[in-house]
């Protein structure tokens, strides 16, 4: 199980933006984590992956544990030799190397064997990068280019795999796709921590799901229960129209009603 435990973290030493964040990510599973902008969600994968000293971030408090291993502030390289990949919002490719350069450079940590085995499972996985493995990555299209991300992040075999928004900028017919593709991933065997802002999407193959709201956990339940929840469907679903800013104005607009009735 990959586990956050009490995970509090600050930015630049004065911002605190995770208050207390606990999931968990069980083996065989794909779990889904929404919440608006800002809510905290890129700040859970930076803070599993080793990334937020990049940003100028720290853990100050809780830890981060892979089958009870310790990665708590343990350096990218290391995250990604126990197992846990991540594939960042806005694909983050480089644009100027070919479709097969940038499949090598997520092999990184792994031997040469690894590396052809590595691009024979996306090449097979991903059909169209098969074809245009010496193009250069930059002429790609936005589906292409998230399914090259995904791909690298395959390369090192990991047991976890995290996505930040991978339907963001994509049309309609590929996050069909990509929502295909997780499911296949999950089967073969990884699991799977999914940051999306399409909700519908994240809670149709999640088997549970987490709300994050100002960097505190507001809802924790399976996937199914969230789906039939009011308040998700109000907010995240849009089944009523809803333009509210979180659950908790839509808590608090149903509370009015019932007294203004």
């Known amino acids: 199980m990959l586990s956050v435990e009490n995970l509090e973290v600050v930015y630049e030493d004065v911002i605190l933006v995770l208050k ?7 083996e065989g599973s794909i779990v889904a984590l929404l919440g608006p902008n800002g809510a905290g969600k890129t700040t859970v994968l930076r803070a599993i992956t080793g990334l937020l000293g990049v940003h100028r971030g720290r853990i100050s408090k809780g830890s981060v544990t892979l089958d009870g291993r310790d990665l708590t502030n343990a ?31 997520g092999g990184h940590t792994v031997g040469r064997a690894e590396i052809a085995a590595g691009l024979e499972r996306a090449y097979d996985l991903f059909p169209v990068l098969a074809d245009r493995r010496k193009q250069v990555a930059g002429y790609l299209s936005g589906g292409e280019q998230q399914m090259l991300a995904i791909g690298r992040a395959m390369m090192s075999t990991p047991r976890y795999l995290l996505l930040d928004e991978p339907s963001l900028g994509v049309a309609p017919k590929i996050v069909a796709q990509l ?23 994240a809670l149709s193959i999640a088997t549970h799901g987490y709300v994050l709201e100002t960097g505190r956990v507001v809802m924790d339940k399976p996937a199914e229960a969230l789906r039939e ?16 800013g979180s659950l908790r104005d839509v808590k608090q607009y149903r509370r009015r009603k019932r007294w203004l009735s």
């Open 20 to 26: 207390g964040v606990s999931l968990q990510v069980p």
């Open 75 to 105: 350096e990218p390289p290391q995250i990604v030799r126990a197992g846990i990949g991540q594939v960042m919002e806005g694909r983050r490719i480089f644009r100027e190397f070919t479709v097969e350069e940038n499949l090598r450079v």
């Open 229 to 244: 929840d009011e308040d998700v469907k109000e907010f995240y679903l849009g089944l009523h129209g809803s333009e509210r």
């Open 179 to 201: 929502r295909d593709l997780i499911v296949e991933i999950n089967q073969a065997g990884t699991s799977v921590l999914l940051v999306e802002q399409n909700a519908s999407m």
